[in-house]
């Protein structure tokens, strides 16, 4: 018996590594260079990014398994969700000029229970990549407070971002985390998205994404993503701006998973 959930967790996760050596024959120059690996793997810093890329959809799968069957499908988070992202009066977030292939976005919807009741003052949070594939605050070049924004919604439940269409985005792929997909035979690519977090008190937050349903990768992501069909856009044009529309359920934090 477990003395307690995290000797659980970690003697579980251990012992199916041990099932992959056993089952591999891993030599141990093998086993030097996964070590070695790994450390470089830190030492760039990018530890996040090795993490998400093979967990972060198994992760959003459990959840979804085991949320109630109204509530919205989470997607992956990702490494570049920043809290300190500013509270926008009008949903209008912060851009950059001088980009050839700007596409003015609309997102937009409403935030219901799972009962279908709509929620008004709930703090929802969006954050995108810029048409050149970079997110604000984490690349050179595009302030924290660009990209990314917060609203909360309205007496009726709505919330209305407004930014510009993202573009397939390729995972940094200039480091070690890089250097073992195109070992492994893989691509970095993910499919353009929108991120979206919703946060109530006494509700399961609701991580999302929002995919564009014409767009390369949806179906072919690196980080081998859920891609919810609700959440894949076909192409609405209203104004001159693309329209992505949707409500988002939130379901209760049960008294179990609260505890
Ligand atoms: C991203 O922008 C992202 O959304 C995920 C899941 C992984 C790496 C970069
Ligand atoms: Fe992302």
């Known amino acids: 018996m477990a003395n307690n959930r995290l000797d659980q967790v970690v003697s579980t996760i251990v012992e199916k590594v041990r099932d992959g ?19 470089k793997v830190a030492d760039a810093g ?3 990014l090795f993490i998400d890329l093979f967990l972060n959809a198994t992760m959003c799968r459990v959840i979804n398994e085991n949320a109630h069957s109204k509530a919205s499908l989470q997607d992956m988070e990702g490494p570049y969700f920043l809290d300190e992202s500013p509270m926008l009066e009008d949903g209008k977030m912060k851009l950059m000029d001088g980009y050839e292939n700007d596409e003015p976005l609309i997102v937009r919807g409403t935030v219901r229970d799972v009962d279908g ?9 969006m954050w995108n990549a810029t048409p050149d594939g970079k997110y604000g605050g984490i690349h050179e070049g595009v302030p924290v407070d660009h990209y990314r924004g917060k609203v ?4 009726n439940g ?3 971002f407004e930014s510009t269409v993202p573009v ?3 995972i940094k792929d200039n480091g070690p985390v890089g250097a073992m997909l195109k070992a492994m035979g893989r691509h970095s690519w993910r499919p353009a998205h929108v991120h979206i977090k919703v946060r109530h008190e006494g509700y399961r937050d609701l991580i999302t994404q929002l995919y564009f ?3 390369e990768y949806v179906h072919d992501d ?3 993503g859920t891609v919810p069909q609700e959440f894949v856009f076909d192409k609405v044009i209203e104004d001159g701006k693309r329209v992505l529309e949707t409500d988002l359920f939130i379901e209760k934090v049960s008294e179990k998973q609260a505890a």
Do not use: I, Q, W
């Open 21 to 39: 050596v056993r089952e591999e024959k891993v030599s141990y120059e093998e086993y030097r260079a996964a070590v070695g690996y790994m450390m």
């Open 46 to 48: 990018e530890l996040a």
């Open 117 to 125: 009741a709509a929620m008004p003052g709930v703090l929802v949070d």
């Open 152 to 155: 909360r919604t309205d007496e």
């Open 158 to 160: 709505h919330f209305r």
């Open 168 to 170: 397939p985005y390729r």
């Open 213 to 215: 349903a014409e767009g």
């Open 222 to 224: 690196c980080c081998e």
